[in-house]
């Protein structure tokens, strides 16, 4: 069955990095494109970041855009979510998810607190 497992979360301070791993399995990774969304408390889900089957295209939200890098290797199943510069309002619950599969995660803590 379809398992996504997200990793890497933790408590960082302003400024500071993390990156985020998140394995997939039970599916043909390397036909679907990924996703990274966030949840913070009290918030809506929303889109991180986002590639492509192949890894070519590649788009970020705008709080995203410049701090974050998404990146994928089809050879592990996983797609990456690099962070630095890390603010207090990216403190969320990251999950990734699969272009037309209806699975979520459970998902991985980010907490950016001094």
């Known amino acids: 069955q379809v398992q996504l497992v997200e990793s890497g979360g933790g408590l960082v301070q302003p400024g500071g990095s993390l990156r985020l791993s998140c394995l997939a399995s039970?599916?043909?990774?390397?036909?679907?494109?990924m996703r990274w969304y966030r949840q913070a408390p009290g918030k809506e889900r929303e889109l991180v970041a986002r590639?492509?089957?192949?890894?070519?295209?590649?788009s970020y939200s705008d709080s995203a855009q410049g701090r974050f890098t998404i990146f994928r290797d089809n050879a592990k199943s996983t797609v990456y979510l690099q962070m630095t510069d890390l603010k207090p309002e990216d403190t969320a619950v990251y999950y990734c998810?699969?272009?037309?599969?209806?699975?979520w995660g459970q998902g991985t803590q980010v907490t950016v607190s001094s």
């Open positions: 998810n699969a272009v037309g599969i209806d699975y």
């Open positions: 039970g599916f043909a990774f390397d036909s679907h494109g």
């Open positions: 590639i492509s089957f192949a890894g070519r295209a590649i």
